[in-house]
């Protein structure tokens, strides 16, 4: 990881699970580590090593789209909401180099009741858009635990 972006501060949050993008339990995860700037715009500076190619030398499409969504995930957990992927549109517009820096850049556009609409990018470290994505989020209800779980 590079330095935090000036003006921005750590986005915190509890998960210490295997997610794929931002687990720090996950083995061969991203670990991705966010920040948030005043606008509740998030932003992650990262290396994609060559463990996640597609084609020699460049970033697999998949893990383009997970860096994304991810991205989009935690510019709604800015917001204080936890939500999932209900739908995902992403614009390949040039290959994204393994082992280059890169930065995410991601903010919710708007919300009504439980959809949050968010979009994110995915730059190169000169700032030229390399993805971009929009995608619809579902709030998540709280899990109740039923009485035969401990």
Known sequence: MTEQPKGTKPLSHS???????????SPVG????????EDATVIC?????NNYEGPPGYV???????????????ANRARGVTAMTRQMQVDYLHPVHSGK?????ARVTSSEGRKHW????????EGVCLAKATGLFIAIRPRVASPDQN
């Open 15 to 25: 998960a210490q699970n295997q997610c794929f993008g931002c687990g720090p339990g």
């Open 45 to 49: 500076d990262a290396v994609i090593s």
């Open 118 to 125: 968010t979009s994110a990018e995915l730059l190169s470290s």
């Open 60 to 74: 697999h499409g998949g893990i383009i789209a997970t860096l994304l969504d991810e991205a989009m995930s935690k």
């Open 30 to 37: 991203l670990r991705l580590e966010f920040a948030v700037d």
């Open 101 to 105: 820096p890169i930065r995410l850049v």
